[in-house]
């Protein structure tokens, strides 16, 4: 059940950052821009994944008691990880919102001003 209201609120975030992209940016003027657009946001979730493993990874090795020369100390806490993660859903968002806005570019489903309600 909770995974239901977690779903409707991320499809809300969903929507309201495809209305401020809507707001600043016209719709995709081809499919290749759309694709191009979304594809980035993609990568940019996918590093920002990538962080948060690499940090688990630390934290892990720390919990085990493996003592690890790290540059990064202050990005592996918990709360550096929670951060991290939280950031990678933003992405995530972000890449979702792009989608929506890809389909509304090639099908032709945008509201007024390219808004979604």
């Not at 994944?49 to 630390?58: A, D, G, L, N, R």
């Amino acid at each position: 059940m909770a995974m239901i209201e977690l779903r409707k609120e991320i499809e809300a975030a969903a929507v309201a950052e495809l209305n401020r992209a809507n707001a600043k940016f016209p719709l995709f003027s081809s499919p290749h821009e759309g694709y191009a657009v979304t594809l980035e946001e993609v990568e940019e979730a996918q590093e920002a994944m990538e962080t948060v493993k690499s940090s688990m990874k630390v934290l892990w090795d720390r919990v085990k008691g493996v003592e690890i020369a790290c540059f990064l100390d202050d990005e592996t806490t918990p709360m550096a990880i929670y951060n991290q993660a939280i950031n990678a859903a933003c992405e995530m968002v972000q890449a979702a919102a792009m989608l929506m806005k890809y389909e509304m570019s090639v099908g032709g489903k945008a509201g007024a001003n390219g808004k979604v309600v």
